[in-house]
């Protein structure tokens, strides 16, 4: 067996961005001794680029907001695919959520009267986002990480060690989750018993023994080549689940933020926040035209101002007029950009322009959107005081993920496994609403931590780590420093790097934001191929900090997460949300109440499959829970008819 | 501007030695030095250490030193040298070096640990918090920083003093205590905790000799030493060096206490 | 290829063992020295002819204008300035130039002055000569010890400021007289003390002590809204603190030279009117 070293913890988070560090303080919290494991260094996560805001229903800005309309607009940016418990208890706890931030020294921007003041956002009906300028991630995870550091003073002061009870693995990966060997005597099938990591600064092995574990890894940005996303989302945790046996949900709705910089080609892709919007920036083509009056989709026509005039107005005046279909889901700007540029009204870049400079005064600007005025002027040149931007649609957000239990965060058919956060599914539907991502990470992984710790105290014994399972892990963490002496016949090994490229490629050309039945076919051939290709992904060089090394093992996760989204796109024929299909362009009230799961072909966790029509994953349809009658009864029963299927209507 | 060939020296090595390597590198339109960092990885050194994280500025992983100033590398375009020059990346020298570009920032976390947290006032429950704008806005920019640990590591007092990293925190965490100690809420006092005093006695501000480099390399352009490190300074002269508010302390103290 | 590994030099600051083995004590292309060697050039010529002023005891009156550099007088051996300046504290047995004993406070206060200190910092003590420059000293306290501790007084120097100020501010109103004491009368002096009263007060109210005590000392702006606006306009002027404190002390020294050059009858006073 390999040399490894073994440590025992009661609850393992993996992932140190809101959700997971949310998750470890509530573990830690409950009484739970917790270890937390991240890939970057601590407070760096992908939660850090969040811009806009959280989402909460706290009324401060205006009073008729309440849980209820939250939840109502969280349905519909959703297209009515959400898992409906989720988005009740995400938007009757997000308050509690955001004003707890405050008592961990949060500061947010306020109002008038000293409130926690709130911004307007796609989707969302009233000002809804608390938030501090536009870097309201930084703010989320500062004051969790500020948290943690607080309650490792505390354990510090009474047992002498900072890390006795919460421990932070920084610059850590884990490439799989263990579990017990299924038991023939007793009836409980197998369970979490804990994570095997290496640590990137040394290369060394890292077993983790604990009964629960709690994935809040993040998305898949990183398998698409514009993507606002960061290195770290190479859908692990949603590659972890798989292997260890639990489903993912729905992923074939991929979030294309509409507004992502399109020039310099190196920055291509980095977001550009919907708070430009949300505070009066408007879109315009080639000739000058405010095109979003031309894509206001039927179900939202009474929502949404009709003529410029009225959209200007609702700025000072929302109670009285529409708010102008700029500030429409993500999904719709998102595909209007896309149909401009197609239409040859696109800007010299491939994009449209987002303008404030003509909106605002230059000193508002650099105000209320300081790190996108600084973002532009230092890497575009551009002054967005004195011109207009230019943007074009952005890979940004996974609505699909782990299937989960809404209350508790557990995934589905592995006892000990929870996740929260992005890599769960569910929550957001077809398309998540700006704003809803930090709420989630909030809500769910303050649950997943509860639940986790819950779960762990009522575990008796702690589960068997299985050597067989490390020693395999070991064995395949290792596989890309002899990936030559293997198959010596097959020619040199492959580059890490260019089958990054290569699957990056692949997937924004075939499976990005407009989807046809062909091209997806071809992309589950070339995710073959790669796959094939990747199992002799070579590095030079040793264990120590070796990127080339970390990126050959991320390769298995993204490969994995490609097939799912191509996969389960293919099979959905209809566009609903985050997923467009050019041959089946209309939102389909049959495809409403169905979910579907992708599992691992290979349930013993092989990976050998290289068979492009079977390939690694197995889709399931399943049909999901009737939405509860009193939520029902929020909604006019003329809105209802546009989503739901007749059955469903009337049970 | 096409693309045009640079000439790049890169630091490679780890604590045992090292030293700079040459590459000659394919620069294109619009790109910064992390873009040629990466496409040195992807092409002629695949296992070049190097930590990144969102390449957009928010996240200061990304902390080098470029032609000697340290920098964002994801914050520096290629457009600011000429073409001919020759651009030296070396990791952060002021901290032990793990490999390549990537050095061990633990002192800044252990300097992290050791500065008290926020004391949420007694009395107040969550939702009942009111601050007004004005009130915030001094901690509202400390709060900005992206803790890429620029500051610390050009500060002298440590950086080339590896005898002061014991006692003395660096900007960034002497940052750290001004925001509380401006927190319009931060109850620290009521708790028996003196910031102001502890700035001085225990996170060692008065080694900052106030030569604001910490303000010149900030990629996010807090004014470090103006806004945070002076009025902190300021602060604890208030408690320390100043007879008259000694004075009038005492002497208001008397009747609340008589 | 690697250009050669360097062995590791292994002394102290960035050359210390743990750290990445480059023995140049920095790597930086540009004209790093010029800053603090234009800083050092300036401050220097500014302390020559301060001392060669300071220890004439002439040339320093010139009615109506009497040199800031003598202003208050407050010996017996002053020049007699009528309405001016004059005050004999210390009496006869102060027996060099008078100058000495105002030009202690203004003194203090900017040596104490947090710009000041930056600039000699960097550009005398070397520490650092710029920023990424290893500096040559193998220990450093900074200003946690005496004598550097005492910069913490600058304060102190604050308020003496004020006064000094207000003494020039005196002689400037002295300078709309004629050589003959009849007020309503302006000269290119009044024109060059107005200049310079107005940096001098600029400067002096930019101080971060100053910034301090109008408001930055409070918890709440919200409770005390005239401070926060004191505050912040004080706070708009420390911006430009380094800038003001050039300004100044070239002002001062023209100030002093101009009536200088009228005492020594290098040139009589242009009167306007």
């Known amino acids: 067996m390999a040399a490894v070293e073994r440590q025992q913890w009661d609850v393992v988070v993996v992932g140190a961005g809101g959700a997971g560090l949310r998750a470890a303080i509530e573990a830690r919290e409950r009484g739970a001794r917790t270890a937390v494991i991240c890939k970057s260094l601590f407070g760096k996560a992908h939660t850090v680029m969040a811009e806009g805001g959280i989402a909460a229903a706290m009324a401060n800005v205006n009073e008729h ?158 398998s698409f080549k514009v993507t606002s996303n960061s290195w770290e989302y190479t859908g692990d945790g949603h590659a972890l689940a798989l292997l260890a046996g639990a489903p993912l949900l729905n992923m074939e709705f991929v979030q294309f933020h509409p507004t992502g910089m399109v020039w310099p080609p190196s920055v291509k892709g980095i977001l550009v926040t919907e708070s430009v919007r949300g505070d009066g920036g408007v879109l315009r083509n080639s000739e000058g035209k405010r095109f979003m009056f031309d894509y206001i989709p039927d179900v939202f026509k009474e929502k949404y101002a009709e003529s410029e005039e009225e959209g200007d107005r609702w700025y ?76 074009g649609p952005t890979c940004h957000y996974v609505m699909g993920g782990v299937a989960v239990d809404s209350d508790t965060a557990a995934a589905r058919g592995v006892p000990g496994l929870f996740a929260a956060g992005e890599v769960a599914g569910g929550m957001h539907g077809s398309n998540r609403l700006g704003g809803n991502s930090l709420s989630d990470l909030l809500v769910f992984g303050r649950r997943a931590g509860w639940h986790a710790a819950d779960y762990a105290a009522d575990t008796d014994a702690r589960p068997a780590v299985d050597d067989q399972q490390v020693d395999a892990a070991a064995a395949e963490a290792l596989r890309p420093f002899s990936a030559e002496s293997q198959q010596p016949d097959a020619g040199p090994p492959e580059n890490p790097y260019t089958l990054h490229q290569e699957l990056q490629q692949s997937m924004n050309d075939l499976v990005g934001i407009i989807r046809r039945e062909g091209e997806m076919e071809q992309a589950l051939q070339r995710l073959a191929e790669l796959r094939v290709r990747a199992r002799r992904a070579g590095v030079e060089g040793h264990r120590q900090f070796n990127p080339g090394w970390h990126l050959a093992l991320d390769l298995r996760n993204m490969l994995l997460v490609s097939e799912c989204v191509a996969r389960s796109a293919l099979e959905r024929t209809e566009s609903r949300g985050g997923h467009t299909r050019e041959d089946h362009p209309t939102m389909d009230r049959r495809w409403r109440p169905v979910n579907l799961l992708c599992r691992l072909a290979d349930p013993t966790g092989g990976l050998a499959a290289a068979d492009p029509v079977r390939g690694q994953i197995t889709l399931t349809r399943e049909t999901t829970d009737p939405i509860r009658a009193d939520l029902l009864a929020l909604f006019e029963k003329e809105e209802l008819v546009k989503y739901l299927a007749e059955e469903e209507l009337y049970e | 501007m096409s693309g045009y060939t640079a000439h790049f020296r890169v630091w490679r090595g780890d604590v045992e030695g090292g030293g700079l390597e040459d590459f000659k590198v394919e620069v294109n339109d619009g790109e910064v030095v992390l873009d040629i960092i990466h496409r040195i990885q992807a092409t002629q050194a695949a296992d070049l250490a190097v930590r990144w994280n969102c390449k957009a500025g928010k996240c200061g992983s990304c902390s080098a030193e470029i032609n000697g100033r340290p920098r964002l590398m994801c914050m520096t375009r290629m457009s600011v040298f000429e073409q001919g020059e020759t651009v030296t990346v070396t990791p952060l020298r002021a901290f032990p070096v793990i490999r390549d570009l990537v050095t061990d920032v633990g002192f800044n976390y252990q300097k992290a640990r050791e500065v008290p947290a926020f004391v949420p006032p007694a009395g107040l429950g969550p939702g009942e918090y009111r601050m007004f704008q004005e009130d915030v806005d001094r901690s509202q920019e400390f709060r900005k920083c992206i803790e890429c640990f620029l500051c610390q590591d050009v500060c002298h007092v440590v950086r080339d003093h590896e005898e002061n990293k014991a006692a003395y925190a660096g900007p960034r965490f002497l940052m750290r205590v001004a925001e509380l100690d401006m927190h319009p809420l931060d109850a620290a006092e009521a708790a028996g905790l003196d910031r102001k005093r502890a700035a001085q006695d225990e996170h060692g501000l008065g080694y900052c000799n106030i030569t604001k480099c910490c303000t010149e390399v900030c990629p996010e352009g807090i004014h470090i030493t103006d806004n945070a490190l002076i009025p902190l300074k300021e602060r604890a002269a208030d408690r320390k060096y100043d007879p008259l508010v000694w004075l009038g302390s005492k002497i208001r103290r008397r009747p609340a206490g008589g | 290829m690697a250009t050669g590994t360097e062995p590791h030099p292994n002394s102290g600051g960035v050359r210390t063992r743990t750290r990445a083995a480059i023995s140049a004590p920095h790597l930086r292309t540009d004209r790093w020295w010029l800053a603090p060697a234009v ?224 005492a020594s009858g290098v040139f009589d006073d242009p009167r306007f009117f």
């Open chain 1, 316 to 391: 000072e005046d929302p109670d009285h007029n529409r708010r102008p279909p700029e500030l429409l889901p993500r999904d719709e700007v998102a595909r209007a950009i896309n149909s401009e540029v197609k239409a040859g009204r696109g800007s010299p870049h491939g994009g449209v322009f987002l303008d404030v400079s003509t909106r605002m005064p230059a000193e508002v600007i650099r105000r209320r959107l300081p790190s996108m005025y600084h973002q532009f002027k230092e890497l575009a040149d551009v002054d967005i005081t004195a011109e207009a931007m230019e943007v």
């Open chain 1, 65 to 222: 907001d309440n849980w209820q309309v939250h939840f109502r607009d969280t349905l519909r940016g959703g297209k009515f695919l959400n898992q409906w418990r989720m988005a009740e208890l995400h938007a009757k706890e997000a308050p509690d959520r955001v004003w707890e931030l405050e008592t961990w020294g949060a500061l947010f921007d306020r109002t008038k009267d000293g409130k926690i003041s709130q911004r307007n956002f796609g989707g969302h009906e009233y000002p809804r986002l608390a938030h501090v300028g536009d870097r309201t991630g930084l703010e989320l995870i500062r004051t969790l990480q500020q948290k943690i550091v607080s309650l490792q003073q505390e354990d510090q002061k009474e047992t002498g060690d900072y890390e006795s009870r919460l421990k932070v693995f920084q610059e850590c990966t884990v490439t799989r989750i263990l579990k017990t060997v299924p038991d023939s005597r007793s009836a409980a099938g197998s369970r979490v018993s804990g994570v095997f990591a290496y640590e990137r600064e040394t290369g060394r092995f890292l077993v983790l023994e604990a009964p629960a574990v709690v994935v809040a890894t993040g998305g898949i940005g990183k």
């Open chain 3, 39 to 262: 800083t050092a050039a300036g401050l220097f010529a500014f302390v020559v002819y301060s001392t060669w002023r300071a220890f004439a005891n002439a040339h320093y009156y010139s009615a109506p204008y009497v040199s800031p550099f003598y202003s208050p007088c407050l010996a017996e051996n002053c020049k007699a300035m009528p309405s001016g300046p004059n005050a004999d504290v210390f009496g006869s047995w102060w027996a060099i130039s008078p100058a000495i004993i105002i030009l202690v406070f203004p003194l203090g206060f900017r040596l104490t002055c947090y710009y000041y200190r930056k600039a000699y910092y960097r550009s005398f003590w070397a520490s650092p000569p710029a920023c990424a420059v290893a500096e040559p000293h193998a220990k450093y306290t900074g200003e946690t010890r005496f004598p550097l501790i005492l910069q913490n007084l600058h304060r102190y120097f604050f308020y003496f400021a004020l006064l000094v100020a207000g003494v020039l501010t005196y002689d400037t109103v002295l300078s709309f007289r004629d050589p003959h004491e009849r007020w309503g009368h302006m000269g290119l002096g009044t024109l060059v003390f107005l200049v310079n009263i107005v940096l001098i007060w600029v400067y002096t109210l930019s101080c971060h002590s100053c910034r301090h005590i109008v408001g930055g000392k409070l918890k709440h702006f919200s409770k005390h809204p005239v401070r926060y606006k004191a505050w912040q306009f004080v706070g708009r002027l420390n911006a430009w603190h380094m800038q003001l404190a050039w300004a100044s002390l070239v002002s001062v020294a023209l100030a002093d030279f101009y009536v200088y050059l009228l």
